[in-house]
């Protein structure tokens, strides 16, 4: 009898007759969270999001967690955002927030 995978779980190969599942695998197939992006802005990171996948609440808070290391928060397609929620956003960390409304 062949050997099959789950095909819900990420397979890297076999090491004998266990599974061998790869963690980076899963790592890539994953979007960033939030957190994780505030994580980065606060180590002082430039962090580039599309504005559809993320709330303007939570793209304030990226900005906000780049305010003390000089940290560039890039919003592609801002056109999803109101022009208060820029405001907003943009106040979070002025100067160091762009949007990209193409």
Known sequence: MAFAPPRDKPYAGRAGNR???NPFKIILNQMMTALNLQMIASAGGTVEV???NYTA???QMI???GKNKGAELI???AN???ALN???IASANPG???FDFT
């Open 80 to 82: 999803k955002l109101t």
């Open 96 to 98: 160091h927030v762009h």
């Open 63 to 65: 900005a906000n967690a």
């Open 75 to 77: 919003v592609k397609n």
């Open 50 to 52: 599309n504005a559809a």
């Open 86 to 88: 820029c405001q907003m």
């Open 57 to 59: 609440l939570n793209l």
């Open 19 to 21: 599974r061998v599942i």
